[in-house]
């Protein structure tokens, strides 16, 4: 998103067990719209199973409004894209006892209302293959792109987390062999055999740095982008970075000159890419032009 690429960003919030995954993509492509007795009220707010906690709210309607509104987006946006980026984070999933149904999030409900249970390779296959191909039938032209986030789950203990995250590799190793169209990704490999020193996390030595990320986009860029677009996005970086230079003195010649030195810079990338999107750019050049 940042590098202007048309993109929907997690329509139902951030996922991470594979069946959640594949059930969400089975609902983009249908568009069905939820309805109210999907939801269920606990510590104040409304929630869905089947979404992330950013989506619940103090109101049903609301948090109902909100949960259609992103799933008409994701419908919508689903029948023209081209390529799909699918991150299975864990294969270890929660079972809501009183209907047997595997839970995206649990929403702060009792422990004792869930059992917990690994999938196995098998079951993360076939899944995963038989959305895929739905997808490939409604678009012809998709590709797929898969990887395994390096975020460790350590709640489940660090060898259960190995042993997660196994299954992962395992699963998608399969799916690419079975399916032409759909690609792996190896973030988790360069974070963790890599890049393979603290330095390269955040504070809570889970989550990868900034140094992390832009090292594995990086890679990413040199696997799957063409020339041109790699250097499109270097000129699009510049213009990003200059927008967020915040100067002492915005008033002088000099300063000025330089805002309008960018905003010539956006035109002539808007005259070769009509399709960019810079208007939070002008936006932040024009208020600081006298």
């Known amino acids: 998103q940042r590098s202007k690429f048309s993109a929907l960003l997690n329509p139902f919030g951030i996922?991470?067990?594979p069946l959640s995954i594949t059930k969400a993509l089975?609902?983009?492509?249908?568009?069905?719209?939820?309805?109210?007795?999907?939801?269920?009220?606990?510590?104040?707010?409304?929630?869905?199973?089947?979404?992330?906690g950013h989506?619940?709210?103090p109101e049903k309607a609301t948090t109902l409004?909100?949960?259609?509104?992103?799933?008409?987006?994701?419908?919508?946006?689903?029948?023209?894209?081209?390529?799909?980026?699918v991150t299975l984070g864990t294969a270890n999933v929660f079972v809501y006892k009183k209907d047997g149904e595997i839970v995206a999030n649990c929403h702060k409900l009792p422990g004792n209302e869930f059992?917990?249970?690994?999938?196995s390779v098998e079951t993360v296959m076939e899944k995963?293959?038989?959305?895929?191909?739905?997808?490939?039938v409604q678009n012809p032209e998709l590709q797929v792109i898969t990887t395994v986030s390096p975020v460790?789950?350590?709640r489940d203990g660090i060898v259960e987390n190995q042993k997660s995250k196994a299954v992962l590799l395992i699963a998608l190793d399969k799916v690419c062999a079975e399916l032409e169209f759909v690609h792996y990704f190896p973030s988790y490999e360069i974070l963790l055999d890599d890049l393979r020193d603290y330095r390269f996390y955040e504070a809570d030595l889970i989550h990868p740095s900034a140094i992390a990320i832009d090292y594995i986009w990086n890679i990413f860029q040199q696997s799957f982008f063409q020339k041109e677009t790699k250097?499109?996005?270097?000129?699009?970086?510049k213009v990003i970075v200059a927008s967020e230079h915040r100067s002492f003195n915005p008033e002088t010649e000099q300063h000025q000159s330089f805002l309008k030195q960018q905003l010539e810079k956006i035109k002539t990338l808007k005259k070769k890419y009509a399709f960019l999107d810079f208007q939070k750019e002008v936006d932040v050049f024009n208020n600081q032009l006298s």
């Open 55 to 57: 989506f619940s709210k």
């Open 231 to 237: 250097d499109l996005i270097a000129e699009i970086e």
């Open 65 to 85: 409004q909100g949960i259609n509104q992103a799933l008409k987006a994701g419908h919508d946006f689903l029948k023209h894209t081209n390529r799909i980026i």
């Open 15 to 17: 996922l991470y067990n």
């Open 115 to 119: 059992e917990r249970k690994r999938l």
């Open 128 to 136: 995963l293959i038989a959305i895929f191909k739905k997808l490939k």
């Open 152 to 154: 460790r789950h350590i």
């Open 26 to 52: 089975e609902l983009l492509l249908n568009g069905n719209k939820f309805s109210e007795d999907q939801l269920f009220q606990n510590q104040g707010l409304w929630h869905s199973f089947d979404h992330h």
